[in-house]
């Protein structure tokens, strides 16, 4: 029997999925292989979803072939199948990642359409090296070497090293176009599809989906000229609108966390919070976290990192003198921001705070941050070329630092420069025993509350008042500016308007 001839727009094509693999629900669809007039079968196969050939049934229905684990495994379904009423499908069936045609087949590759291709030397070399697949285990840690470098290599280590490592699964779609009532003969078996997924989320399916284009043909040329036709369906449900909406609320919920307006890329946040007077945690929880290294994307104009890394705080308020009269202090989260480029390079990108919202429920938060700096090129060049910055010894000099005793906190000659923003989405809960059944205990918790909003107002009051004050240094420097027969000309004009 002649090579089979295939359609001139089997060709293939690559999709992106950010669901795991295991979700992909339909590999290939539906694939329907006709032979005009007489016989049509369709079959939905789902992804690594076996279905077994009629060679197949006759081989592993003989537990004395079964070699394997694998083939044992097979014996049991082909078995179950049997009881069951047999196999629905006939001429259809697939080849998973596990099964042996997968690795002949990636054994036995060509590069070109000849049948007389010669392996090249490193087609040789490459045979028997197969990409690790999705399921392999990872390595231990202890088994580690510290050399980087191998000097003298053996061949085996270059044979299992000189390949891509990313994970790939296989699966193929098969078709056995043998003559009616001589089914189950390898000659016959072609592949309809062929569908791979890798680590990092790439389906290659080939050909690809039919869709709107005309079915694929293949042409055997036996006693009889046969023409078969099979297209192939993407079966997969699609996502609702409601769904979709919901996927992405959740996906804008995980993002607690966020960088963006930075000079450099790979960013990641150190923070910690720090506890006033009358406020404890947990001895068990950390006030303190570092988040992942983020590469960013972007969003518009801006290079945004979204650090998806959700944080729990929990703090106790307790008063014990109740006579107090002091507005009570909130606690305060403190952040830098720094860089890490691929020579390990670090940098310090910019510092902020932030005060805890006084009241519950979400709060989206974007702080500004600055970075110390220093006079001169000297300094931008050794950022530049070998990292590191200017840095603060204490994070809380960010704003008073709790251990500053003094009346006034000079920071005359820091120098300092504006750089990015940091966002902050914060889910407030606000819990207490009291709301008890007595009248003094209302009247304690009360108490307590009025303290609280009394301090969320003073903040509103003071940012108002520290608005204005900016206001009127700007109008009086603006005023500064004018020149002084202007500023005396005006002056005249009012001092005559005001005499009758």
């Not at 369709?42 to 003989?62: H, I, M, P, R, T």
Request: hydrophobic share 30%; net charge negative; with cysteine.
């Amino acid at each position: 029997m002649a090579e089979p001839m295939w359609s001139a727009e089997a060709g293939g094509a690559v999709y992106r999925s950010r669901d795991p693999v295991r979700n992909l629900p339909s590999g290939a669809g539906r694939p329907r292989a006709r032979r005009p007039p007489d016989e049509e079968e369709e079959a939905e196969v789902g992804w690594q979803e076996k279905l077994f050939s009629q060679f197949e049934v006759d081989l592993y229905q003989n537990e004395s072939a079964c070699q394997t684990h694998l083939d044992r495994q097979y014996h049991e379904e082909i078995l179950k199948l049997e009881k069951a009423g047999g196999r629905k499908n006939y001429r259809i069936f697939t080849y998973t990642d596990h099964d042996r045609f997968t690795n002949l087949e990636e054994h036995c590759q060509k590069v070109t359409d000849s049948d007389h291709e010669v392996p090249s030397y490193l087609a040789e070399r490459m045979a028997n090296v197969r990409r690790r697949r999705q399921d392999r285990k990872p390595i231990e840690a202890n088994s580690l070497k510290s050399k980087i470098i191998t000097w003298e290599p053996s061949e085996e280590f270059i044979k299992n090293n000189h390949v891509i490592n990313t994970p790939v699964q296989t699966m193929y779609i098969m078709g056995d176009l043998g003559p009616y009532g001589k089914l189950g003969q390898r000659e016959y078996e072609h592949v309809l599809c062929t569908i791979k997924v890798d680590g990092n989320g790439v389906i290659t399916v080939k050909p690809d989906f039919t869709g709107t284009k005309r079915a694929y043909w293949i042409e055997l040329d036996r006693q009889k000229r046969e023409l078969w036709k099979y297209t192939i369906e993407n079966a997969s449900v699609q996502v609702q609108q409601e769904e979709e909406e919901r996927e992405q609320r959740v996906f804008r919920d995980v993002r607690t966390v966020s960088a963006q307006g930075y000079e450099y890329d790979n960013l990641y946040v150190h923070f910690f919070l720090e506890l006033p007077d009358h406020w404890s945690s947990p001895a068990f929880q950390q006030l303190s976290g570092v988040t992942q290294t983020c590469t960013t994307k972007t969003v518009g104009w801006d290079n945004v990192a979204y650090f998806c890394y959700p944080f729990t705080l929990e703090m106790f308020f307790s008063q014990e003198n109740e006579s107090e009269d002091c507005l009570p202090q909130w606690p305060v989260l403190y952040f830098e921001v720094l860089s890490l480029d691929f020579w390990q390079r670090y940098r310090v990108e910019g510092y902020g705070s932030l005060v805890l919202p006084a009241s519950p429920g979400l709060h989206i938060l974007t702080i500004p941050t600055w970075r110390p700096v220093e006079l001169g090129t000297v300094a931008e060049l050794r950022r530049f070329f070998i990292g590191g910055s200017p840095e603060l010894e204490d994070m809380t000099y960010v704003r008073i630092p709790a251990t500053f005793k003094g009346e006034r906190l000079s920071r005359f000659g820091f120098r300092t420069e504006t750089t990015g923003n940091v966002t902050f989405r914060l889910y407030c809960l606000q819990q207490s025993k009291a709301f008890l059944e007595t009248s003094a205990s209302r009247h304690r918790m009360q108490s307590v509350l009025d303290r609280l909003g009394g301090f969320s107002q003073q903040s509103s009051v003071y940012n108002v008042l520290e608005a204005f004050q900016r206001a009127r240094r700007r109008m009086q420097e603006a005023r500064e500016s004018l020149p002084q027969d202007l500023i005396s000309t005006s002056v005249s004009t009012v001092h005559q308007t005001q005499e009758p």
